[in-house]
């Protein structure tokens, strides 16, 4: 079953402009997970956040956490051709025990140049 | 490159018939899972093996099993195959069992036919 939900499900931009996706899970977490997957090949990390952080920065990744309304948002800045791809959320099961991954539907963004 | 191989890339083979796919770890990686990734159903966790041992299952049916090795490979065999099993087999690695991101491998594609 999935954790959660991802908003929007598609986006189509302008090379440099932002783009913001969004996911909602369900449960409580210990952290959660944005990844990469360009079309039909293997996910790539992008970013963890955990539970007890509200902000985090990598290159032009921002990513938030909001677990009082078991939520997070990615923001990719300037964009480029090369983010066309599709976005997931993943958060982990609540365990301290494990690594598994529950994945959201994804959010597939478009870049044109 | 993750780091993470898997093979065979793709693989077509008929109803009833049974597959095995490997998967080999980023080095020094303990953990190792699998996912299976198809267009109804998304991205589902399988199985996550830490060190030779099953840590945490999902959603895998009964005619499938998994395994880790001593050397740290891991293996996925699928039996009794039907039109539905056909799907983007992923998996991962990650140096600690839980609470730490995931590396990809760039995942069997499975066509049962």
Known sequence: SQQGEEDPQALSIQEGENATMNCSYKTSINNLQWYRQNSGRGLVHLILIRSNEREKHSGRLRVTLDTSKKSSSLLITASRAADTASYFCATDDGSSNTGKLIFGQGTTLQVKP | ?113
Do not use: M
């Open chain 2, 1 to 113: 490159d993750s780091g993470v191989t898997q093979t065979p890339k793709h693989l077509i083979t008929a109803t009833g018939q049974r597959v095995t796919l490997r998967c080999s770890p980023r080095s020094g990686d303990l953990s190792v899972y699998w996912y299976q990734q198809s267009l109804d159903q998304g991205l589902q966790f399988l199985i996550q093996y830490y060190n030779g041992e099953e840590r945490a299952k999902g959603n895998i049916l009964e005619r499938f099993s998994a395994q880790q090795f001593p050397d740290l490979h891991s293996e996925l065999n699928l039996s009794s195959l039907e039109l539905g099993d056909s799907a983007l087999y992923f998996c991962a690695s990650s140096l600690r069992g839980a609470n730490t991101e995931a590396f990809f491998g760039q995942g069997t594609r499975l066509t049962v036919v």
